[in-house]
Structures are given as C-alpha cells and as structure tokens.
C-alpha cells in the first residue's frame, strides 16, 4: 500500500504542473479577425513621424493576382518613388518594406481599421550609425470617411 501511494504522489504532482502549464497559454487573445488585403487597393494619404518630426506619407496599393503591391516615395528621406515588399503575416499585420543602398532599410508595419491603417514606422540607419529609428505612421484611405476630419 505504501509503495502504491508512492507511485501517486509523482503522477499528481506531474498532472498538477502540466495544468498550471497549460493555463498561461489558454488566456493568448486571438488574434483580430483578417482584412482582405484587396480592401487596401487605392490611394492612402496620412503622415509619419521620424526623429521628432512629422512628414507627408502618400501611399497606392495595387494588386495582381494575389500579390499585394504598395508604392511610395519619401523625399524628406531623399527616396524617390519606389516599390515596397508587401505581404501579411500571421498575426495579421501588413509589412511593407523597401530595401535601400548601404544596408539601410524603410519598414511600416501596421494594420487596417475601418479605412485608417496604422502603424510602426522603422528607418534603419547604415551600419555604424546608432540603431534603428522606431516612429508611427497613419494612413488614410482616399475617399474613407475617416478622411473628412483631416
């Protein structure tokens, strides 16, 4: 009988770690329901801010097929007009992504609400220059009755 009850003790202690494991991971909020990456085709106007300051951002996304395609140009950051990488990842978040001489990269990186998309704005730097910058950016669509009040 002893040895039964030895044989108990491990088998409740491992059930009982095992639930109390399990809880943490049960509370995750889903994620927000996806957008139709179509529902972003047009024209975007907004701002984005870098170093404190706050510029103009205009963006067109097109699609083809199913590839999404988003053009832009930063002249405060001396960009011309230029094609983003664009694509959705699984936390349902648009990334866009222009790859730049020197290493240096434009990154936005947000999701679409109701004709606002919103974001984080990402300018890295050459290599040797401090960090990364991490800033905000907000875009609305053209013709979105979010667009009134700007």
């Not at 957008?35 to 996304?61: A, C, H, Q």
Request: proline share 7%; hydrophobic share 35%.
């Amino acid at each position: 009988m002893k040895r039964l009850s030895v044989l108990w003790i491990p088998l409740f202690v491992f059930c009982t770690v095992m639930t109390i494991e399990s809880l943490p991971a049960q509370s995750c909020p889903a994620p927000p329901p996806a957008f139709e990456k179509s529902s972003l085709v047009g024209e975007w106007i907004g701002s984005y801010t870098y170093e404190g300051k706050t510029y103009d951002l205009n963006v067109s996304f097109q699609m083809e097929g199913e590839k999404l395609t988003a053009t832009s140009s930063m002249p405060d950051l001396d960009i011309p007009s230029s094609e983003f990488t664009s694509w959705v990842c699984q936390s349902n978040e648009l990334h866009m992504r222009l790859d730049l001489p020197r290493n240096q990269a434009v990154k936005l990186i947000g999701r679409p609400n109701n004709g606002v998309l919103s974001g984080r704005f990402v300018y890295n730097q050459p290599k040797g220059v401090c960090g990364a910058s991490k800033d905000r950016f907000t875009l609305t669509k053209v013709g979105s009755s979010n667009l009134a009040g700007m």
